[in-house]
């Protein structure tokens, strides 16, 4: 593997911000400093202008194989991953078979051992996250699994998910949860309120999101137990976690992009690109969400990068699978909406953007020992090198997912990732994906 110098960026890390060029030998940095010199044979990579930070680590994204490879594929959405700067996701297990065995865990790493970041599996909570009795968690945390979900659907029966917690606790893992009451929700497919009646859509209230947390963060209470919240989309949630949080439990939580940047109104037109679960709700829940996030209630920025063939989306509104694509945009959606002051929500600063990308995240995804660590010699060589200020317009035909269903297609963005060097190799140069 030849040597790399990352040269003439301005390096955000968890120990701040300073100009610095960043030498990488092998699989791991050697050298952060003024004015490096390139060993002979070394690739230079140009950060003029750049930011040079610890790569991304996505906590929440469907890479849909096994089972829905004409979605998407571990290697095609690496790769997609690979050129939103990640250098590690956690792979949902909604999959099919789902995620739910040791051997299912065994044939994801295989397949991932060619993929274009480090691909972290999410084990189910529940066989065949059918919510009625647990998976075999020991076991695959005996894989390395640190995070445990039946991501898609919420664990119902608060009995059962009271034993996963008493389970997981020992196991020192992480249960997270896609909260949403079953029950209330069902028959909906938009955030219930105003826009669901005009549009004449059945919609589903917030009170399904935050009645599941509430019983959770009680759960947390009762066991003990780390919980960390997926996706959150309502002011109710930010402050039940917000108030968990204020009592030393164990909790944290995730925004998506589409959460942080959209409201319900996009759905007017009836196009199911918009349709995700939770649904996009008022611009009050994207206002309380933006805050929580700067205000380190919400801890991570996670896509919940949702891949579906072009003919799935293409279905009547209420008839078409929810979910979005992300791992391209995350980054560009991020800078644009929450480092300018917008709807009255005070501009995140960049250092806290990027923690909640990359630092943050890999702490709650249990990888903070390989990603989102301070880049100094002897860190492992996962970097992610974005020019802050390039404004860009997005073409999803043009990204590397298998599916199209991006919300911001053909909206223009600010903010795009130029390097990204994985285990000390160039994965991405100049924008371009390098395998």
Request: aromatic share 4%.
């Amino acid at each position: 593997m030849a040597d790399v110098l990352i040269r003439g960026g301005t390096v955000i890390d968890p120990r701040g911000v300073r100009r610095a060029d960043v030498a990488v030998s092998g699989k791991v940095v050697v050298g952060v400093g003024d004015d490096l010199a390139a060993p002979p044979g070394a690739v230079v990579l140009d950060a003029t202008g750049c930011v040079v930070c610890p790569g991304f680590v996505d906590l929440h994204t469907h890479l849909r194989e096994p089972g829905r490879e004409e979605a998407e594929t571990i290697e095609s959405g690496s790769r997609a991953a690979a050129l939103g700067g990640y250098t590690a996701v956690v792979a949902m297990p909604n999959t099919d078979p789902p995620i739910d065995s040791a051997s299912v865990v065994r044939e994801v790493h295989e397949i991932a051992r060619r993929a274009l970041c480090d691909v972290e599996v999410a084990g189910a909570i529940t066989v065949g996250r059918a919510g009625e009795r647990l998976a075999p968690l020991a076991e695959m945390a005996g894989l390395g699994v640190r995070l445990f979900t039946d991501d898609g659907a919420g664990v119902q029966d608060g009995r059962l998910m009271r034993r996963a917690f008493e389970y997981a606790g020992p196991l020192g893992v992480t249960l997270a949860q896609h909260c949403e009451d079953a029950a209330l929700a069902a028959g909906g497919h938009m955030n219930e309120g105003e826009w669901s009646s005009r549009l004449g859509i059945p919609g589903i209230p917030g009170e399904a999101e935050e009645l599941m947390v509430m019983r959770d963060v009680a759960l947390a209470r009762l066991t003990g137990g780390r919980i960390h919240f997926l996706h959150l989309s309502t002011a109710g949630s930010v402050a039940v976690v917000g108030a968990a949080r204020a009592q030393g439990l164990k909790v944290t939580a995730e925004a998506a992009p589409h959460h942080l940047a959209l409201t319900e109104a996009e759905v007017a037109g009836y196009d199911p690109v918009f349709k995700v679960n939770p649904p996009l709700r008022t611009a009050a829940d994207v206002r309380a969400v933006r805050r929580g996030l700067a205000e380190g209630v919400i801890d991570a920025i996670a896509t919940d990068h949702a891949p579906h063939p072009q003919e799935a989306k293409e279905a009547p509104f209420d008839q078409a699978p929810p979910g979005m694509i992300g791992l391209e945009t995350a980054l560009a959606v991020a800078l644009t909406y929450l480092t300018e002051e917008e709807d009255g929500v005070a501009p995140m600063a960049l250092a806290d953007v990027i923690g909640a990308l990359s630092w943050r995240p890999a702490e709650i995804a249990g990888v903070a020992e390989r990603h989102g660590g301070p880049l100094g010699a002897g860190a492992p060589a996962n970097v992610c090198v974005f020019d802050p200020r390039v404004r860009w317009t997005v073409d999803a035909a043009a990204g590397a997912s298998r599916s199209r269903n991006s919300p911001f297609a053909g909206r223009t963005l600010t903010g795009r990732v130029r390097h990204t060097v994985l285990n000390g190799e160039p994965v991405v140069v100049d924008g371009e994906a390098q395998r």
